[in-house]
């Protein structure tokens, strides 16, 4: 299975979520930025809410696009087997880096309210791909902390490790394609193209305008 762009895997995604979750209103989250878009388009056709979880992977010091583990925005952190083999002083200089960039997106993304809580919601957690599973991990036991009533993980292709691993961090894992020969996410697509930090705002922004107009108008009905 290959994937026409992001919208493509996030209508898959709908389908295979529907029947369980479609207008039980969930809490749809996104890993920003690439996953935003299509937690949006997923929130929007279960009639659920769209926010996003703040999660950065902390990368190899020899090899930066590698995940030797992840942070969340409240600097708790899930490290791999292997990253015990790295130098405490790099790890620290690394979690600090991503912290930074964590913080500086909760202020552009969300400047004026504080993050949706999830306690005792059905909430889906959305990502484009899982390689390595370190930022997949970091944001699903970001939100368990918070008490879901349940915890979803929406992924469009996994690696079989991550996809294997994600099964013990999520009460339920739907993932459109597990290929034995994983090499990147990206590979899976025809459009893989960069989501911008200005795309995020405008995804949330749309989201919240169609919230607080079905706010409005359910207040008006129920004044007549």
């Known amino acids: 299975m290959r994937f026409k762009n992001r919208e493509h895997a996030a209508n898959l995604l709908v389908d295979r979520l529907s029947p369980f979750y479609k207008n039980k209103y969930p809490l749809v989250l996104g890993i920003p930025r690439g996953a935003v878009p299509m937690a949006g388009i997923i929130a929007d056709a279960l009639g659920g ?8 992977k902390l990368g190899h010091p020899l090899q930066p696009e590698l995940a030797i583990g992840a942070i969340d925005e409240n600097g708790n952190v899930f490290l791999s087997d292997y990253a015990f083999e790295i130098e405490p002083e790099y790890l620290d200089l690394e979690k600090n880096r991503q912290l930074e960039v964590l913080q500086r997106r909760r202020a552009q993304y969300t400047p004026q309210r504080r993050p949706i809580d999830a306690h005792d919601r059905i909430v889906i957690v959305v990502d484009d791909g899982i390689a390595t599973g370190s930022t997949m991990t970091a944001a699903l036991r970001a939100v368990r902390a918070q008490k879901p009533k349940k915890l979803i993980g929406a992924v469009a292709v996994a690696s079989p490790d991550a996809a294997r691993a994600m099964l013990h961090e999520a009460d339920a894992m739907v993932c459109l394609k597990v290929p034995a020969d994983f090499q990147a996410v990206g590979r ?26 079905v706010a409005s108008a359910h207040q008006s009905f129920s004044q007549r």
């Open 188 to 213: 899976f697509f025809d459009d893989f193209g960069q989501v911008s930090d200005q795309d995020v705002i405008a995804a949330l922004r749309d989201a919240g305008a169609k919230i607080s107009a």
């Open 49 to 56: 809410e769209l926010d996003v979880v703040l999660v950065r």
